[in-house]
Protein backbone atom coordinates (compact mmCIF):
# COMPACT_ATOMS: atom_id res chain seq x y z
CA UNK A 1 0.00 0.00 0.00
CA UNK A 2 2.75 2.35 0.79
CA UNK A 3 4.71 2.55 -2.54
CA UNK A 4 1.57 4.16 -4.07
CA UNK A 5 1.76 7.04 -1.86
CA UNK A 6 5.66 7.15 -0.84
CA UNK A 7 6.87 8.63 -4.40
CA UNK A 8 5.09 12.00 -3.65
CA UNK A 9 5.97 14.52 -1.00
CA UNK A 10 2.76 16.30 -1.13
CA UNK A 11 0.43 12.97 -1.28
CA UNK A 12 -1.06 11.62 2.29
CA UNK A 13 -1.72 7.93 2.51
CA UNK A 14 -4.85 6.70 3.63
CA UNK A 15 -3.52 6.36 7.59
CA UNK A 16 -2.91 10.36 6.68
CA UNK A 17 1.11 9.66 6.62
CA UNK A 18 3.48 11.34 4.49
CA UNK A 19 6.21 8.74 3.77
CA UNK A 20 8.70 11.00 2.38
CA UNK A 21 9.00 12.91 5.34
CA UNK A 22 9.04 9.39 7.33
CA UNK A 23 11.82 8.22 5.25
CA UNK A 24 13.96 11.41 6.08
CA UNK A 25 13.38 10.86 9.82
CA UNK A 26 14.46 7.21 9.57
CA UNK A 27 17.83 8.43 7.60
CA UNK A 28 18.72 10.74 10.97
CA UNK A 29 17.55 7.70 13.05
CA UNK A 30 20.98 6.10 11.39
CA UNK A 31 22.81 9.18 12.04
CA UNK A 32 25.66 9.72 14.18
CA UNK A 33 24.16 11.00 18.22
CA UNK A 34 23.88 14.50 19.46
CA UNK A 35 22.89 15.25 22.77
CA UNK A 36 21.78 18.80 24.17
CA UNK A 37 21.09 19.65 27.45
CA UNK A 38 20.38 22.84 29.02
CA UNK A 39 22.06 23.77 32.50
CA UNK A 40 22.20 25.99 34.91
CA UNK A 41 25.24 28.24 33.46
CA UNK A 42 25.05 27.69 29.96
CA UNK A 43 24.22 24.83 27.43
CA UNK A 44 26.52 21.72 26.70
CA UNK A 45 25.73 19.40 23.08
CA UNK A 46 27.61 16.49 22.12
CA UNK A 47 27.68 14.51 19.19
CA UNK A 48 29.26 11.50 17.91
CA UNK A 49 32.41 11.51 15.29
CA UNK A 50 31.90 8.75 12.68
CA UNK A 51 35.25 7.49 11.43
CA UNK A 52 34.67 6.23 8.30
CA UNK A 53 37.98 5.83 6.83
CA UNK A 54 41.22 5.50 9.08
CA UNK A 55 42.83 7.46 5.57
CA UNK A 56 40.40 10.38 5.70
CA UNK A 57 42.09 13.55 6.61
CA UNK A 58 40.87 15.36 9.66
CA UNK A 59 38.18 18.26 9.06
CA UNK A 60 39.86 21.90 9.47
CA UNK A 61 36.26 22.57 10.96
CA UNK A 62 33.73 21.14 12.80
CA UNK A 63 30.96 18.70 10.93
CA UNK A 64 29.05 18.34 14.02
CA UNK A 65 28.76 22.10 15.16
CA UNK A 66 27.84 24.75 13.34
CA UNK A 67 27.98 28.88 14.90
CA UNK A 68 24.67 30.57 13.41
CA UNK A 69 25.44 33.88 14.98
CA UNK A 70 26.79 34.94 18.12
CA UNK A 71 24.60 34.06 20.38
CA UNK A 72 23.49 30.56 18.53
CA UNK A 73 24.92 27.75 17.36
CA UNK A 74 23.62 24.27 16.13
CA UNK A 75 24.32 20.18 16.32
CA UNK A 76 23.57 18.84 13.34
CA UNK A 77 22.76 15.08 12.55
CA UNK A 78 22.03 13.29 9.38
CA UNK A 79 22.64 14.54 5.86
CA UNK A 80 25.23 17.50 6.39
CA UNK A 81 25.04 18.63 2.74
CA UNK A 82 21.16 19.07 3.51
CA UNK A 83 22.46 20.62 6.77
CA UNK A 84 24.16 23.17 4.90
CA UNK A 85 21.49 24.87 2.71
CA UNK A 86 19.37 25.04 6.13
CA UNK A 87 22.37 26.57 8.20
CA UNK A 88 23.29 29.39 5.03
CA UNK A 89 19.51 30.13 5.08
CA UNK A 90 19.58 30.64 9.01
CA UNK A 91 22.93 32.67 9.23
CA UNK A 92 21.08 34.79 6.24
CA UNK A 93 18.38 35.39 8.22
CA UNK A 94 19.89 36.12 11.79
CA UNK A 95 22.33 38.88 9.74
CA UNK A 96 19.85 40.54 8.05
CA UNK A 97 17.47 40.75 11.39
CA UNK A 98 20.37 42.38 13.21
CA UNK A 99 21.24 44.86 10.18
CA UNK A 100 17.67 45.76 9.79
CA UNK A 101 16.39 46.02 13.70
CA UNK A 102 20.17 46.71 15.40
CA UNK A 103 20.02 44.02 17.67
CA UNK A 104 20.25 39.89 17.87
CA UNK A 105 17.26 37.89 16.38
CA UNK A 106 15.69 35.98 19.14
CA UNK A 107 16.07 32.14 19.39
CA UNK A 108 12.71 30.86 18.95
CA UNK A 109 11.82 33.18 15.75
CA UNK A 110 15.63 31.65 14.57
CA UNK A 111 14.33 28.86 14.87
CA UNK A 112 10.60 29.33 13.52
CA UNK A 113 12.49 31.12 10.38
CA UNK A 114 14.84 27.62 9.53
CA UNK A 115 11.34 25.20 10.31
CA UNK A 116 9.05 27.16 7.61
CA UNK A 117 11.67 26.73 5.13
CA UNK A 118 12.29 22.80 5.89
CA UNK A 119 8.45 22.61 6.09
CA UNK A 120 8.05 24.31 2.38
CA UNK A 121 10.38 21.41 1.06
CA UNK A 122 7.28 18.94 2.80
CA UNK A 123 4.41 20.60 0.42
CA UNK A 124 5.82 21.70 -2.94
CA UNK A 125 5.50 18.72 -5.59
CA UNK A 126 9.24 18.33 -7.17
CA UNK A 127 10.98 18.63 -3.83
CA UNK A 128 12.14 16.12 -1.37
CA UNK A 129 12.24 17.10 2.70
CA UNK A 130 15.69 17.81 3.82
CA UNK A 131 17.49 14.63 5.71
CA UNK A 132 18.16 16.79 9.02
CA UNK A 133 17.58 17.31 12.14
CA UNK A 134 19.00 19.59 14.41
CA UNK A 135 19.53 20.87 17.86
CA UNK A 136 19.81 24.78 18.55
CA UNK A 137 21.42 26.26 21.39
CA UNK A 138 21.19 29.66 22.08
CA UNK A 139 20.88 32.51 24.85
CA UNK A 140 18.75 35.83 24.66
CA UNK A 141 18.23 38.72 27.55
CA UNK A 142 14.77 37.90 28.16
CA UNK A 143 14.29 34.29 28.09
CA UNK A 144 17.73 33.47 28.85
CA UNK A 145 19.76 29.94 27.27
CA UNK A 146 17.30 28.16 25.13
CA UNK A 147 17.47 24.33 23.77
CA UNK A 148 15.17 23.47 20.61
CA UNK A 149 15.01 20.59 18.00
CA UNK A 150 13.51 20.55 14.90
CA UNK A 151 12.59 17.76 12.74
CA UNK A 152 11.94 17.20 8.82
CA UNK A 153 8.71 18.10 9.14
CA UNK A 154 9.76 21.40 10.33
CA UNK A 155 8.07 21.15 13.67
CA UNK A 156 10.06 22.33 16.59
CA UNK A 157 9.95 21.86 20.17
CA UNK A 158 11.90 23.57 23.53
CA UNK A 159 13.58 20.92 25.71
CA UNK A 160 15.44 20.93 28.79
CA UNK A 161 17.67 17.97 27.48
CA UNK A 162 17.13 15.51 24.29
CA UNK A 163 18.88 13.13 22.06
CA UNK A 164 18.63 12.83 18.12
CA UNK A 165 20.09 10.54 15.88
CA UNK A 166 20.94 6.74 16.51
CA UNK A 167 19.37 5.26 20.01
CA UNK A 168 17.62 8.17 20.97
CA UNK A 169 15.40 6.40 22.47
CA UNK A 170 18.06 4.77 25.02
CA UNK A 171 19.83 8.00 25.31
CA UNK A 172 16.23 9.88 26.38
CA UNK A 173 15.96 6.89 28.69
CA UNK A 174 18.87 8.14 30.80
CA UNK A 175 18.54 11.86 30.67
CA UNK A 176 14.83 11.43 32.35
CA UNK A 177 16.85 9.62 35.20
CA UNK A 178 19.75 11.36 35.67
CA UNK A 179 19.01 14.95 34.42
CA UNK A 180 17.38 16.28 37.77
CA UNK A 181 19.00 14.01 40.47
CA UNK A 182 19.09 14.90 44.23
CA UNK A 183 22.88 15.58 45.13
CA UNK A 184 24.46 13.43 47.63
CA UNK A 185 23.19 13.89 51.37
CA UNK A 186 19.83 16.12 50.23
CA UNK A 187 17.12 14.68 52.35
CA UNK A 188 14.58 17.22 52.05
CA UNK A 189 11.69 15.37 49.79
CA UNK A 190 9.95 18.45 48.95
CA UNK A 191 12.83 20.18 47.13
CA UNK A 192 13.20 20.12 43.98
CA UNK A 193 16.49 19.10 42.46
CA UNK A 194 18.27 21.35 40.98
CA UNK A 195 19.32 21.12 37.21
CA UNK A 196 23.20 20.87 36.55
CA UNK A 197 25.58 23.07 35.77
CA UNK A 198 27.56 22.82 32.48
CA UNK A 199 30.56 20.30 34.40
CA UNK A 200 27.85 17.84 35.36
CA UNK A 201 26.16 18.25 32.26
CA UNK A 202 28.99 17.67 29.74
CA UNK A 203 29.50 14.30 32.30
CA UNK A 204 26.00 13.53 31.64
CA UNK A 205 26.24 13.90 28.21
CA UNK A 206 29.44 11.47 27.94
CA UNK A 207 27.17 9.32 30.10
CA UNK A 208 24.50 9.71 27.18
CA UNK A 209 26.92 9.21 24.18
CA UNK A 210 28.20 5.47 25.57
CA UNK A 211 24.84 3.92 25.89
CA UNK A 212 23.96 5.24 22.56
CA UNK A 213 26.69 5.03 20.62
CA UNK A 214 27.44 1.79 18.23
CA UNK A 215 31.07 0.94 18.29
CA UNK A 216 33.21 -1.33 20.67
CA UNK A 217 35.34 -0.98 23.13
CA UNK A 218 36.14 2.35 25.45
CA UNK A 219 35.10 5.59 24.61
CA UNK A 220 37.52 8.12 23.22
CA UNK A 221 37.95 11.73 22.54
CA UNK A 222 38.44 11.18 19.06
CA UNK A 223 34.67 9.69 18.71
CA UNK A 224 32.80 12.63 20.67
CA UNK A 225 32.66 16.63 20.48
CA UNK A 226 31.77 18.36 23.30
CA UNK A 227 30.51 21.54 22.81
CA UNK A 228 29.39 24.16 25.82
CA UNK A 229 27.86 27.96 25.16
CA UNK A 230 28.37 29.99 28.15
CA UNK A 231 28.07 33.84 29.48
CA UNK A 232 31.54 35.77 29.77
CA UNK A 233 31.87 38.70 32.39
CA UNK A 234 30.20 41.21 30.02
CA UNK A 235 27.41 39.26 29.36
CA UNK A 236 28.19 37.94 25.69
CA UNK A 237 28.06 34.52 24.22
CA UNK A 238 31.05 32.06 24.24
CA UNK A 239 30.96 29.22 21.70
CA UNK A 240 33.71 26.71 22.52
CA UNK A 241 34.48 23.04 21.35
CA UNK A 242 36.70 21.33 23.90
CA UNK A 243 40.20 20.08 22.63
CA UNK A 244 40.93 16.66 22.44
CA UNK A 245 42.66 16.91 25.95
CA UNK A 246 39.78 18.05 27.58
CA UNK A 247 37.16 16.35 26.32
CA UNK A 248 39.29 13.17 27.38
CA UNK A 249 39.65 14.60 31.07
CA UNK A 250 35.77 14.59 31.31
CA UNK A 251 35.42 10.90 29.64
CA UNK A 252 37.77 9.59 31.85
CA UNK A 253 35.86 11.33 34.80
CA UNK A 254 32.75 9.66 33.80
CA UNK A 255 34.76 6.01 33.97
CA UNK A 256 36.56 6.84 37.06
CA UNK A 257 32.21 7.41 38.59
CA UNK A 258 31.00 4.29 36.86
CA UNK A 259 34.10 2.52 38.30
CA UNK A 260 33.50 3.86 41.89
CA UNK A 261 29.63 3.69 41.73
CA UNK A 262 29.97 -0.49 40.49
CA UNK A 263 32.56 -1.19 43.19
CA UNK A 264 30.24 -0.04 45.98
Not at 42 to 62: C, D
Not at 76 to 94: H, M, P, Y
Request: glycine content about 8%.
Amino acid sequence: MARRYDSSTTTFSPEGRLHQVEYAIEAINNAGTCVGILAKDGIVMASERRITSGLLAPAKTSEKTYTLCPHASCNVAGLTADANILIEQARLRAGRYHYQYQEPIPVEQLVEYVCNYKQFYTQRGGLRPFGVAFLFAGYDEHHGFQLYQSDPSGNYSGWKATVIGANNQAGKSILKSDYKKKQEGEMDEDKEPEIPDVQEALKLAVKVLNKTMDGTGSAAAEKMELFTMKLDESKKCVHRILTKEEAQEVIDSVEQEAAAAGDS
